[in-house]
Each structure stands twice: as structure tokens, then as C-alpha cells.
């Protein structure tokens, strides 16, 4: 079954950076689009940041563009490079997994992991 492991969370003050990881396994990683998605608390899962399997397409939320950055290595590993990070940043953040295209809809994604906490404070 697909398993997908994130670290790299933890506790920044505003304007510092944070580098994100997910490690995937138990599944084709070459064929699916990975995506990054936040939960705050009381609010809805969005999404972040999303990259095709070839890597060659990468998405963003309006929020992350030109501070966030998504990358994917070989080694089935998913990274998010976040910059310049805000308080509204503070969340909940989750590694997901779509065999079929990218959507927006965090409820198109079948496959999530546990999540890793990011806390920026002013």
C-alpha cells in the first residue's frame, strides 16, 4: 500500500525558511503527481504546491508563489522549499499522491501522509 512519510516541519519565526520532506513507498512513484497541502486549525485542507511526474509541471497556490518552491528526486523523495514564511503559514502539513492528474480538490487525493507541523510566529 502507498506510504508516504513527511518530515522537516517544526517551529520558525516570520521570514525564516523551512525545508519540507516526503519519502514515498510501496507504489509507482514515477506515475503519479505529488502534492503538498496545509491544514489550519478550523479551516479547510488547501492545497500548496503540486509537480507531475516527470516534474516538468509545478503548481502553486497564489500564497506560495516565488516563496515556496516544490521539487522530486528519483529516490522517491518530495520536497518543499518554503521562504520568507509568514504566521499564516502555521499549519498542518501533508504529503499526497494522485496516480491520475492534479486538482486543487485535496478530496481528488487518494493517498496522504500523517503530516508534519509548521508554526511560524511574529
Not at 523551512?18 to 488547501?46: D, H, I, N, V
Not at 515556496?68 to 503559514?89: G, H
Request: glycine share 10%; aromatic share 14%.
Amino acid at each position: 500500500q502507498v506510504q508516504l512519510v513527511e518530515s522537516g516541519g517544526g517551529s520558525v519565526q516570520a521570514g525564516g525558511s523551512l525545508r519540507l520532506s516526503c519519502t514515498a513507498s510501496q507504489f509507482t512513484y514515477g506515475y503519479y503527481w505529488m502534492g503538498w497541502f496545509r491544514q489550519a486549525p478550523g479551516k479547510e485542507r488547501e492545497v500548496v504546491a503540486s509537480i507531475s511526474p516527470a516534474a516538468a509541471i509545478r503548481k502553486y497556490a497564489d500564497f506560495a508563489k516565488d516563496r515556496f518552491t516544490i521539487t522530486r528526486d528519483n529516490a522517491k523523495n518530495v520536497y518543499l522549499q518554503m521562504n520568507s514564511l509568514k504566521p499564516e503559514d502555521t499549519g498542518l502539513y501533508y504529503c499526497a499522491a494522485n496516480p491520475g492528474s492534479s486538482s486543487d480538490d485535496y478530496k481528488t487525493w487518494p493517498y496522504w501522509g500523517q503530516g508534519t507541523q509548521v508554526t511560524v510566529s511574529s
